[in-house]
Each structure stands twice: as C-alpha cells, then as structure tokens.
C-alpha cells in the first residue's frame, strides 16, 4: 500500500470537513477521490500532502507514518487545478526548481529536465515563462515539475478543473497513458464522475467528508451501496412502488423480497439506470410500469425516450436505435417500460445475502 | 504606475473632440512641461561653464550627496521594513491588526513641519530621549540621522502600501508547491515570494526615493541647515535663493529634478519589462 489514510477526520470552525474518512491506495494504482464540492476531496488530499493537518487520524506513505512529516520531506508531488507554476521562471526553471532544492549536480538536473519534457510533449517550450503557455501547456509542466523529484505518490487536485472541455478530455487520455508508463501511486481528486471512470483504475466516492463507497469504476457503477452513489455516479431514474402496473399475471416475486409483500401500498421506490429498461406494447408477466412517450432524442446509436408515469413522474430510457425501429415507437404512444434491474430506495431493508442496496436483476 | 490606455479606438475626429484633446493637452504644458522648460533655459542659458560652476560649487557637490546618501539609507530600511511589515499585515491574525492598518497612512496625513517638529521634540537636546542618547554620544538632532528619521517617517507607507495588496492576491499554491517539492520556508521566501512581489517593492522604493529627494520641511527643522553638514538639496537651493545666488540655486535645481525624472522613467521602464514577462 503506498497511500493508507485511516480514521481522517478535520473540522473548520463549527464545519465537520472531513469525517473517519479511511482508505489504502495501493502501489501503482491512479485512484479518483469522486464527490460534490464540498465534499472534503480537496482537504484530504492537502492532509495527505502535509499541507493541511488533520484534527485525527493518521497517513501513511510507502508503509511509514507520515502523520507528523513535514510537508517538505513527505516525498508528494502535488499538482494544483490552477497549475501554481513559478510566473517568474521559465518551463525549465520550473521543472528544475525540486531538483535545485535538493541539491542535484546540475548536469543530472539538466538531463533530467529534458527527459521530463519530453515526456510531458514540451521540449520546445523549455525557455518560455508560464504566461506565454496555454492552460493544457501549464497543467503538463506542472505535471513534470511535481515529477522531478521522484516523489513516492502523486497527488492531483483537481487537475483538469480549470481547462475547456476539449483539452480537458485530452489530458485525461494524455494522463492515463502517463500513468501507465511511469506507474508513480497517484491520487487526484475530481467531481466528474466521467472524468474518475475514465481515468482511474479505483474510485472513493466521498459525501459530506465520509466515504460512501471505494471500489472499481464498474462495481460502483453496478453495485452502489447507497442511494447517493446511485444517484451521483450516472444517470438513473426513480420509479414509485405505487404506480406499479398491476394485473393478476405479474410476478411480483422478486420486487417483493425487496420490499415486503405489500410492495403496491408502500411509498417507497426504485432506482433504475435508463440503459437497464426494456419497453414493449403489452404488459407480460414482468413487473411493468405504464407510461407515455413525451419526446424521442436520437442521439447517434442510441434513442434517449423521455416517458411520464401517472403524468408528474419523469422517466428516461437509453433504447438502442433498432429496437425503436422495430416497435415504430412515436411520441404519444401508451407503452410499458420494466425495469431488468433495479436498486431499491428509502430506508434500508433487510435484503437477503450480501445485495444490500445494490442493483436487483429481475 | 501602470500607464493607463485609451478605452475608445481613434476616429473621433469631430470638433468638440479635437477642442478637448487640445485642451488638456495645453492643460499638461502649461501646467508641467512649461515650468520645467523654464528651469532647464534658466539654468543654461549662462553658459555649461556657469552650470558646472554651480553645480560643482563644494556645497553643492555636499548637498547633492547628502540628499542622494539620507535616501538611500532610508530606501533599505523601507523596503525591508515596509515588506516586514506588509508580510505581517497580510499573513497574520492578531489582535489591534485594524488599528495598525489604519495608522500606516498616518505619516501622509501629518504636516511636514510637524513631523519635523515632533521629531525634534522626541530627540532633542533637551528631551529626555535626546539626553540618553546624547550621554553615549549619538546626536540626532542636528545630524544626519535626524535626516533619515525623517524622511522615514515622511515615506512610511510606500513600501508597505505597493506591497500589501500584491501579496493579499498571491497565489499561496505557489508557495505550497515549493513547500511539496522539499523548499524549507526561507528558501521558498527567496525564490517564490520574494521575486513576485520584487516589482512592488521596487515601485514602493522608487517612490520613497523620490519623496525624499525634494523633503524639505521635516529636514529643515530636524537638521538645522548647517552646510557642509546637515544642509540637504532642497535647503541649498532655498538657501542660495534667499542669498541671491539664483544661477546656484537654478543648476542644482535641476540635477536634483534630472534625478526625480531618472527615478520615474527607470520605474517605467522596469514595470514595463516586468509586465512582459508575466505577459499583461
Ligand atoms: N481553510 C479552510 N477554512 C475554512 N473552511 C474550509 C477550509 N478549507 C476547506 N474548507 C471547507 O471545507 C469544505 C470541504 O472543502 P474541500 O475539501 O475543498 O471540498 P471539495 O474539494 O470536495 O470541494 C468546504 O465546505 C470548504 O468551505
């Protein structure tokens, strides 16, 4: 483990920022730390870091504990969002800067100046001041500068916040790549749930300065073990027990080991992710609800069909674009929409095995 | 100083618009250039010989230095004082912060002469300061320290005020990168901070300077006017108008102006350069 944060916790004034947040980031690994502004993302990173202390708990780094290691021999290199560069230094001088501080023999430094630019694709760029970059330009010579000095694990705050969509995505790709080939334990913080799963082999999912969730991208996805996760990592729908379409044919089996056998009286609902939603004319044996298309948005492969459920509840389905053709839905059609999966809401049941919250198939 | 632009593009070509650009610049000769022009005519119209005459006159040449030196020594303890100070201002929370902040432009509120006064009444001869200073044999009063205190307190707010709000809209992530790559506090201060706020202190230090190049009624008091000691610039040329040496007074004059002029156009050219370079 080359990051181990146990039992975290920070207050600012009256504001509980960080609360017994713990996690491991193993060795070699690019974790995301995902969550809404606010959520404490930053702070922990700056606690990790040692630019921040934290009120308890501990940090480890490379198996030692870091907990009272000053800033300065924490071994971290430390990427801001709005790059930090030294404005009155060239890319070079910048890159240099860690290596000065430690006192490297100045052709060592010179070589390994080079040899990071290229890596970041800035060999050209080495004389220019950081003003005269662009914002993608600034972020990878902040990006070599964190990396001159070899740290132990690099922590990333935000690192594409401040960047346009276009290089944003570049970068992200651009970063995944350099992980893979420098392989230095990475942390780097986000609120994007694309940007984490695009970039990261793991995901903390944080929620008021307590982790909901760690895992890879795809089991948080599948399997969220609260309502927040569900909600934040990815589009889904909520659908009311109550406007459950209800003729004697339908197996209500499973949807009532969830809830209990008086499901159609509960107020309780489900999640269900818009791609996990089959629709047909006629209602079978499967739990269904009944509902009417508003509006159909193509959107290349697949059709985004935006329905209405006893008229106030919304609900979105990703179809692919053939089986829209082969049922000629229109807007206004009467249609049935069953969930293949679902994730109950609302209080916590007693679920069988260990499926607690996660997505049930049906 | 940052020049400030035009913010309307050319093409106001009308009448009214020619008039006004006309007006205030007339305005500006008339108010600045033409005083200026009559100093320099006035002052070689005699001749380079009468001119240097004047200027290298063996109090002159004293007077000159004396001003130069006084400034000088004040321009490094502002500009350490001064950077301390804002350093603290914006970096600290402590009780009286406030009242501190709001007493730093007390010196430009204060009448020369009273400072002058004041001083004198702190340090002089008959003071209590004065005697416990005079029994180990500093004298203040009367001497070319009493100069410097002057014009330190004459200038106190320049540095402080140039470099205040630069370092309140810092950048501390700056100083946290140093900090990660393994840069001890000081080192960080000396190679991130320090030349960030580098331009700011120059501004603050060219203003002092100059400030202090044309002091008269703080140092009039304080020093006593003795040439070939006390007797800063300012005081020269009034004394040698009052004794009708005008050519003296005229030729010094401008020495001393060609100086307050190197100071701002040097000012200019730096924060020009400066602002290249972090590309303004
Ligand atoms: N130095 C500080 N002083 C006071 N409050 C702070 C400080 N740093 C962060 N906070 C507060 O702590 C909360 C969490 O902040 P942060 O860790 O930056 O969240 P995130 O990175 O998830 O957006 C925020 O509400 C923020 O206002």
Redesign the pocket.
Known sequence: MSIVVENLSKR??T?Q??SDVSFEVPTGQLVALL????????????IIAGL?DPDTGRVSLTGEDATSVPVQRRGVGFVFQHYALFRHMTVRQNVAFGLEVRKKPKAEIEEKVERLLKLVQLHGYADRYPSQLSGGQRQRVALARSLAPEPKVLLL??PFGALDARVRDELRAWLRRLHDEVHVTSLF?T?DQQEAFEVSDQVVV?NH?KVEQYGPPQQLYERPVSPFVAQFLGQVNVLPMKALWNPQAIDLKHIQEAFGSDVLNTEEAVYVRPHDLDIHREPNTRPCWRGRIERLTPLGGIVRIDLSINSDERLQIDLPRDQQLALSLVQGDDVFVSPRSFTPIGPPKQIPGDAAGTFYTI | MASVETTRSGGDTGLPDLVLRGMTLGYLGWMVVLPIIALGFQSLVAGPQAFLDAVLDPQAVHALKLTVVTALVMVVINVVMGTATAWVLVRYEFPGKKVMNALIDLPFAVPTVVTGLMLVLLYGPSSVLGTILGTYGFSVIYSQPGIVLALLFVSYPFVIRSVQPVLLELDRAEEEAAATMGASGWLTFWRVTLPTLAPAIFTGAALSFGRALGEFGSVILVAGNQPMKTKTTPLYVFGEIESGNKQGAMAVSLVLLALSLGVLISLNLYQRRWSLEDGK
């Open positions: 600012f004034g504001f920022a960080v969550g809404p502004s606010g959520s404490g993302k930053s702070t922990i990173l700056r921040e705050d935000e913080v609120h944080l300065g």
